[in-house]
């Protein structure tokens, strides 16, 4: 190598540095070559069975290592109305294997759905109306000791009056990484009746235990569902404000950092149909999305779909 070429490799991530300027919230790691900017979704397609049924599935969440999928269910074999279901895989490209209900521990015979895993894979956060909560339906957490087991869950606790009220909160979404002590957990609070939502979040601590109490984040609202990726500067969510395609469809926004306002948000026009698209999920790298969607060419009500993006430049 010449002197001026080795000067040059020396200098490039100088040049990089002095090019994109000081970023206060840098990238986690594992996003770091991610950005979509430019990036279109690929158009969705129906996960299949054994995953999706002549039953509703929805309210969908991968795991970190996106390798477990936990879904909402009300197919045979259930404890109540609604349970939890997860199904796994051996590798991110093999089949999903058939789905197990997670279980008398985490399910009731009341409606138990909306499954959310925190980064660290300890967490698990979902909404239930069963008997002795705040209100109508409560977000509740509960915790495992092995990241890995998808069958260890302890009893699920409840969040409490910092998150739940005497009326409806559904779709939690825990921001573990980016802003941990912070505002950092989305979730949607509406009337009893559960119509009209709107996007609400609080701090909570590392292992699940709200600091504070929620506040509206007026940018999301009406909106639930959240799911936010990673570095905190993106956020899918389903909404039926005006503008949208069908009854209930996915929208983005996006900020700048996790202490800047959330833009305004956009109609993710690629994925939505006429019918209701909703419960949308990140993948760990944010390239996938998956939603449930009661559109044509499913299996019985709600399905779960997906779609792909590549990062921009790729």
């Not at 590798?91 to 521990?105: A, D, K, M």
């Not at 409806?168 to 802003?179: D, M, N, R, T, V």
Request: net charge negative; aromatic share 10%.
């Amino acid at each position: 190598m010449t002197t001026t070429a080795r000067l040059l490799t020396l200098l490039a991530p100088l040049t990089l540095l002095l090019a994109c300027g000081s970023d206060p919230d840098p990238l986690p790691s594992g996003l770091s070559a991610f950005f979509f900017g430019n990036s279109e979704w690929s158009p969705p397609v129906n996960v299949g069975a054994p995953i999706n049924t002549d039953a509703t599935e929805n309210n969908c969440a991968l795991s970190p290592d996106d390798l477990s999928l936990y879904f909402t269910s009300n197919r045979a074999g259930g404890f109540g109305g609604a349970d939890i279901w997860v199904a796994h895989r051996a590798c991110v490209e093999c089949p999903w294997e058939t789905p197990v209900n997670l279980g008398p521990t985490v399910n009731t015979a009341s409606g138990d759905q909306g499954p959310s895993i925190s980064l660290d894979g300890h967490l698990l956060f979902f909404y239930s109306d069963r008997p002795g909560g705040e209100g109508s339906n409560d977000i509740y957490v509960s915790r495992r000791a092995n990241p890995k087991d998808d069958f260890a869950w302890e009893a699920p606790v409840n969040l409490g009056p910092n998150i739940n009220t005497a009326i409806f909160e559904a779709g939690p979404e825990y921001l573990q990484s980016a802003e941990d002590g912070e505002l950092n957990f989305y979730f949607g609070r509406a009337p009893v009746t559960g119509v009209g939502f709107s996007m609400y979040v609080a701090p909570l601590t590392r292992d699940g235990k709200a600091r504070g109490p929620a506040v509206l984040v007026p940018e999301l609202s009406p909106g639930t569902g959240a799911t936010v990726r990673t570095d905190g500067r993106e956020v899918v969510f389903l909404s039926a404000r005006p503008g949208g395609l069908g009854l209930q469809d996915l929208w983005v926004s996006t900020r700048r950092s996790v202490h800047d306002p959330w833009s305004t948000p956009e109609n993710l026009t690629a994925l939505n149909s006429t019918a209701m698209d909703r419960h949308p999920s990140f993948s760990s790298n944010a390239r996938t999305l998956i939603f449930a969607s009661n559109r044509p060419g499913g299996f019985g009500g709600d399905d779960i779909w997906m779609s792909t993006r590549t990062p921009s430049g790729h």
